[in-house]
């Protein structure tokens, strides 16, 4: 998954300054890692200091009682916390210490078991980090992953452990969680699960021996220093399957915990399908197993046996062209009934099906997007989500009851997501506009506001204070006839008759908006880099072309086996619709992006018009045969089935670069690798096309760290003033 990252904060008084912006000295207030307890009336969530897990009230916001402190231990005595995990009676926790990321999921940790009750803290294990631990459904076993292997330890056994899987191997065999770009690319850290009365584990088995593998070097660089490459550098290497590459051979095992015996499940499923996810029903016979075939056209849903092994298909949902991991970040099990998420009628919707596979309704109908589903009460028949049925740049909160009818509950106007209570008598609201920095209020399931936690009024005061431009939504249509949404911020001293310098600022992936009514718009939050810009004499603008999301799946899918194509049209017609208005200088466009919008910058840049007279591209894919298999065939399938496509990128294109270019890039980025850039400039060198470039020593495809972050946005914004002032 290509990544846009962002970050949020303002400077206040005079002048936006960019390294403030970029440290987040200014940052919007926010309630993080809200947990939802059992009683339906209170959730937890880790102080600020990381010292306690507190417990506050859904309907009054007040603090109700602390159920750990790092100061009320016996046993082992911690200074401070990184996260934890509640055992489904509440009367455990795991807690999280000692955490190592590893890509963008995944981490390992060193976890403690901490009885509630008795206050105790001990380890979960003494043989050294986990992984990804989980709780059995009763609470009495806990089962993790260690060095690709799955371990199973008994609390009422006095914490025994037990090793379950002895072949896991790096590199080579993983037991329990996601090889790379099953991790990157369905979002998911966590490959096994228990069952219902707590007698079987299952999980997905990944050999990927025969991936391909990638490295990277490592030097000592800093923030942090890697101290074992003072003399000579390292390397990074792991399995990284390109587009039309083998991938892992995937299978699906379980354990019987008494008798300890391992089977493999009779799944029928293509040598090189996909098991995006496993899931244990209400019913301890019935495993759901996720599987797509390589062009990610088609889900089937089978319930799995875990003692017989047989396999049973329940579901299978085609869809044109191809399914989006969102399906399985919203999968969701109930006692009698599970929820899909579906584009089978052109916009994404919800389907009700009982454990059997028989479809019961469809839930949600219409020209609109559902963005987020938070939960279905089966006694009532009342569904809850989040969906943009006002406008492609606007969400709000919605029930729908077993009549089907439909009631919005949030009441204001932007982007609003919401974090639900266990019984779905409360949620937490968090609500921003494009002008409005996020206001967090607790509500009632009919969409009353109980309290408001964050308001975020200092934030805005400071702001208030600043000499900030407008920002205004606009709308236009192409030479192609296409209307296209967009935003654009101008100076703050805006003068209709002076011609000003433009700078575009795009993702442009499939499925990706930056053109929405939220505080989240623009590169730091509340547009503030984009208010920095203007603070310089730009005015900044960012559209939304065609293969973007909210819109439905013909205006998203209309790219397919073409990236690169429609989107650098879509932002070549917005530069020269910006040329024809009158206070734009259309010898003085500019455009930039990270990631696919890196991508798209250089193909927008060589697209055959020449409408920008500079660029910056952030680690930009340069060839779709150099990115991940999952990703990359999903909207392309393979080269050899798609040559054409695939030939259409930044490499072929050098020689019709316009522009002047600054290229920038992290040498450990595991995700779009180096090497893309590498062999673009070699293109640019060919094609005598002169760029400039930055390369970032020991930084992933977030670039940051230190004084990173904001190098890079100084080194855009410089390249930008000498290049269109």
Same mark, same amino acid.
């Given at each position: 998954?290509?990544?846009?990252?962002?970050?949020?904060?303002?400077?206040?008084?005079?002048?936006?300054?960019?390294?403030?912006?970029?440290?987040?000295?200014?940052?919007?207030?926010?309630?993080?890692?809200?947990?939802?307890?059992?009683?339906?009336?209170?959730?937890?969530?880790? &102080?600020?200091?990381?010292?306690?897990?507190?417990?506050?009230?859904?309907?009054?916001?007040?603090?109700?009682?602390?159920?750990?402190?790092?100061?009320?231990?016996?046993?082992?005595?911690?200074?401070?916390?990184?996260?934890?995990?509640?055992?489904?009676?509440?009367?455990?926790?795991?807690?999280?210490?000692?955490?190592?990321?590893?890509?963008?999921? +995944? %981490?390992?940790?060193?976890?403690?078991?901490?009885?509630?009750?008795?206050?105790?803290?001990?380890?979960?294990?003494?043989?050294?980090?986990?992984?990804?631990?989980?709780?059995?459904?009763?609470?009495?076993?806990?089962?993790?992953?260690?060095?690709?292997?799955?371990?199973?330890?008994?609390?009422?056994?006095? #914490?025994?452990?037990?090793?379950?899987?002895?072949?896991?191997?790096?590199?080579?065999?993983?037991?329990?969680?996601?090889?790379?770009?099953?991790? /990157?690319?369905?979002?998911?850290?966590? &490959?096994?699960?228990?069952?219902?009365? =707590?007698?079987?584990?299952? $999980?997905?088995?990944?050999?990927?021996?025969?991936?391909?593998? %990638? +490295?990277?070097?490592?030097?000592?660089?800093?923030?942090?220093?890697?101290?074992?490459?003072?003399?000579?550098?390292?390397?990074?290497?792991?399995?990284?399957?390109?587009?039309?590459?083998?991938?892992?051979?995937?299978?699906?095992?379980?354990?019987?915990?008494?008798?300890?015996?391992?089977?493999?499940?009779?799944?029928?499923?293509?040598?090189?399908?996909?098991?995006?996810?496993?899931? @244990?029903?209400?019913?301890?016979?019935?495993?759901?197993?996720?599987?797509?075939?390589?062009?990610?056209?088609?889900?089937?849903?089978?319930?799995?046996?875990?003692?017989?092994?047989?396999?049973?298909?329940?579901?299978?949902?085609?869809?044109?062209?191809?399914?989006?991991?969102?399906?399985? !970040?919203?999968?969701?099990?109930?006692?009698?009934?599970?929820?899909?998420?579906?584009?089978?009628?052109?916009?994404?919707?919800?389907?009700?099906?009982?454990?059997? =596979?028989?479809?019961?309704?469809?839930?949600?109908?219409?020209?609109?997007?559902?963005?987020?589903?938070?939960?279905?009460?089966?006694?009532?028949?009342?569904?809850?989500?989040?969906?943009?049925?006002?406008?492609?740049?606007?969400?709000?909160?919605?029930?729908?009851?077993?009549?089907?009818?439909?009631?919005?509950?949030?009441?204001?106007?932007?982007?609003?997501?919401?974090?639900?209570?266990?019984?779905?008598?409360?949620?937490?609201?968090?609500?921003?506009?494009?002008?409005?920095?996020?206001?967090?209020?607790?509500?009632?399931?009919?969409?009353?506001?109980?309290?408001?936690?964050?308001?975020?009024?200092?934030?805005?005061?400071?702001?208030?204070?600043? #000499?900030?431009?407008?920002?205004?939504?606009?709308? @236009?249509?192409?030479?192609?006839?296409?209307?296209?949404?967009?935003?654009?911020?101008?100076?703050?001293?805006?003068?209709?008759?002076?011609?000003?310098?433009?700078?575009?600022? !795009?993702?442009?992936?499939?499925?990706?908006?930056?053109?929405?009514?939220? $505080?989240?718009?623009?590169?730091?939050?509340?547009?503030?880099?984009?208010?920095?810009?203007?603070?310089?004499?730009?005015?900044?603008?960012?559209?939304?072309?065609?293969?973007?999301?909210?819109?439905?799946?013909?205006?998203?899918?209309?790219?397919?086996?073409?990236?690169?194509?429609?989107?650098?049209?879509?932002?070549?017609?917005?530069?020269?619709?910006?040329?024809?208005?009158?206070?734009?200088?259309?010898?003085?466009?500019?455009?930039?992006? $990270?990631?696919?919008?890196? @991508?798209?910058?250089?193909?927008?840049?060589?697209?055959?018009?020449?409408?920008?007279?500079?660029?910056?591209?952030?680690?930009?894919?340069?060839?779709?045969?150099?990115?991940?298999?999952?990703?990359?065939?999903?909207?392309?399938?393979?080269?050899? /089935?798609?040559?054409?496509?695939?030939?259409?990128?930044?490499?072929?294109?050098?020689?019709?670069?316009?522009?002047?270019?600054?290229?920038?890039?992290?040498?450990?980025?595991?995700?779009?690798?180096?090497?893309?850039?590498?062999?673009?400039?070699?293109?640019?060198?060919?094609?005598?096309?002169?760029?400039?470039?930055?390369?970032?020593?020991?930084?992933?495809?977030?670039?940051?760290?230190?004084?990173?972050?904001?190098?890079?946005?100084?080194?855009?914004?410089?390249?930008?003033?000498?290049?269109?002032?």
């Amino acid at each position: 998954m290509l990544g846009l990252l962002i970050c949020f904060s303002s400077q206040a008084g005079g002048e936006l300054k960019l390294k403030d912006i970029c440290n987040g000295v200014y940052s919007a207030r926010r309630i993080y890692g809200v947990h939802p307890m059992n009683d339906g009336e209170s959730y937890s969530q880790l &102080s600020g200091d990381r010292k306690q897990i507190v417990v506050h009230s859904f309907r009054t916001g007040t603090q109700t009682g602390v159920i750990f402190d790092v100061a009320e231990t016996r046993g082992t005595k911690l200074e401070s916390i990184d996260g934890y995990i509640l055992s489904p009676d509440e009367s455990n926790i795991l807690i999280q210490t000692q955490t190592r990321p590893i890509y963008r999921h +995944s %981490f390992t940790a060193v976890y403690y078991l901490y009885n509630v009750r008795n206050k105790t803290l001990v380890p979960l294990s003494e043989n050294g980090p986990q992984q990804v631990p989980l709780f059995s459904r009763d609470g009495n076993l806990v089962a993790f992953v260690r060095d690709n292997n799955l371990f199973l330890v008994k609390l009422l056994f006095n #914490n025994s452990e037990s090793q379950i899987t002895k072949d896991g191997k790096f590199n080579a065999i993983i037991n329990g969680i996601p090889d790379w770009v099953n991790e /990157e690319e369905f979002s998911n850290n966590r &490959s096994f699960d228990f069952n219902a009365d =707590g007698t079987m584990l299952a $999980w997905i088995r990944y050999d990927e021996s025969k991936v391909p593998t %990638f +490295s990277f070097p490592w030097y000592r660089g800093s923030h942090p220093a890697k101290e074992a490459y003072t003399v000579y550098p390292g390397e990074y290497e792991y399995k990284y399957p390109m587009a039309g590459e083998t991938n892992s051979t995937v299978t699906v095992h379980t354990f019987d915990i008494k008798s300890r015996v391992t089977r493999q499940m009779k799944l029928p499923l293509e040598a090189d399908g996909y098991i995006p996810r496993i899931k @244990f029903t209400s019913d301890a016979e019935k495993l759901a197993i996720f599987t797509q075939n390589r062009h990610q056209d088609r889900l089937d849903i089978y319930m799995a046996n875990p003692r017989s092994t047989e396999c049973k298909m329940i579901v299978r949902d085609n869809v044109d062209k191809y399914i989006t991991e969102q399906v399985y !970040q919203h999968l969701n099990f109930y006692k009698n009934h599970f929820v899909l998420m579906s584009e089978r009628d052109g916009y994404n919707h919800l389907y009700l099906y009982n454990l059997n =596979g028989t479809l019961v309704k469809q839930v949600t109908k219409g020209n609109f997007v559902v963005t987020d589903f938070y939960g279905y009460d089966e006694k009532t028949g009342d569904f809850y989500y989040a969906s943009n049925q006002d406008s492609p740049m606007q969400t709000a909160v919605y029930r729908t009851d077993a009549k089907g009818k439909t009631t919005k509950l949030s009441a204001q106007t932007g982007q609003n997501s919401a974090i639900f209570s266990k019984n779905l008598k409360y949620y937490m609201n968090v609500y921003s506009n494009i002008n409005t920095p996020p206001v967090t209020s607790l509500c009632d399931n009919k969409g009353k506001v109980l309290k408001v936690l964050i308001d975020n009024q200092a934030l805005k005061a400071k702001l208030s204070a600043l #000499n900030l431009g407008s920002r205004e939504f606009f709308t @236009f249509k192409t030479g192609e006839g296409i209307e296209l949404n967009g935003y654009m911020v101008k100076p703050a001293d805006f003068d209709a008759s002076r011609k000003y310098p433009v700078i575009l600022f !795009q993702y442009s992936g499939p499925g990706s908006q930056q053109v929405v009514d939220s $505080w989240n718009a623009g590169n730091m939050g509340g547009t503030l880099y984009e208010q920095y810009m203007a603070q310089q004499g730009f005015i900044m603008v960012c559209v939304d072309g065609r293969g973007t999301g909210g819109r439905g799946a013909a205006f998203e899918r209309c790219t397919y086996l073409n990236l690169g194509d429609l989107e650098s049209k879509d932002q070549v017609e917005t530069a020269l619709y910006l040329g024809s208005l009158s206070y734009v200088d259309k010898t003085r466009i500019g455009i930039w992006g $990270w990631s696919f919008g890196g @991508f798209n910058t250089l193909m927008s840049m060589s697209e055959g018009r020449p409408v920008f007279a500079a660029g910056v591209a952030v680690a930009p894919p340069t060839s779709w045969r150099y990115y991940d298999s999952v990703y990359t065939e999903r909207f392309m399938r393979t080269p050899k /089935e798609n040559p054409e496509g695939y030939g259409r990128n930044p490499i072929t294109r050098a020689n019709q670069l316009h522009g002047k270019l600054l290229l920038c890039h992290g040498l450990a980025d595991d995700n779009v690798h180096f090497r893309n850039t590498a062999e673009y400039t070699e293109a640019l060198v060919q094609a005598d096309k002169p760029f400039f470039m930055l390369t970032y020593t020991n930084r992933n495809h977030s670039i940051y760290g230190g004084n990173t972050r904001n190098h890079l946005f100084t080194a855009i914004s410089d390249f930008f003033i000498s290049n269109l002032k």
